[in-house]
């Protein structure tokens, strides 16, 4: 599956931004989506992630209550909305396609997110 993250930008710290990934390829849904960021010198931290029905979704402590995943699976796509971000958010942004929440097989080029102080 081909997937393409888009959306991000700069935001100052507070605001708001939500991310989008557009599937393509195979059936979109058979996965799981989930999404990552690498900040500048860090390791790749994992988000959050959402079922293939969209009725279960699972986040990282780091941005639980902040951060929501939901899917249109008519349109293919998964969301990534991003509320009172701060400046430690600001990374490269992924989304992932797998079998399951703990386990990718495909990863999409990222988009970049700025937070401002």
């Known amino acids: 599956v081909q997937l393409q993250a888009s959306g991000g930008g700069l935001v100052q710290a507070g605001g708001s931004l939500r991310l989008s990934c557009a599937a393509s390829g195979r059936t979109f849904t058979n996965y799981f989506m989930g999404w990552f960021r690498q900040a500048p010198g860090k390791e790749r931290e994992f988000l959050g992630c959402i079922n293939w029905s969209g009725l279960s979704t699972y986040f990282a402590d780091s941005v639980k209550g902040r951060f929501t995943i939901s899917r249109d699976n008519a349109k293919n796509t998964v969301y990534l909305q991003m509320n009172s971000l701060k400046p430690e958010d600001t990374a490269v942004y992924y989304c992932?396609?797998?079998?399951?929440?703990?386990?990718?097989?495909?990863w999409g080029q990222g988009t970049l997110v700025t937070v401002s102080s």
């Open positions: 992932l396609a797998g079998p399951e929440c703990s386990r990718y097989d495909y």
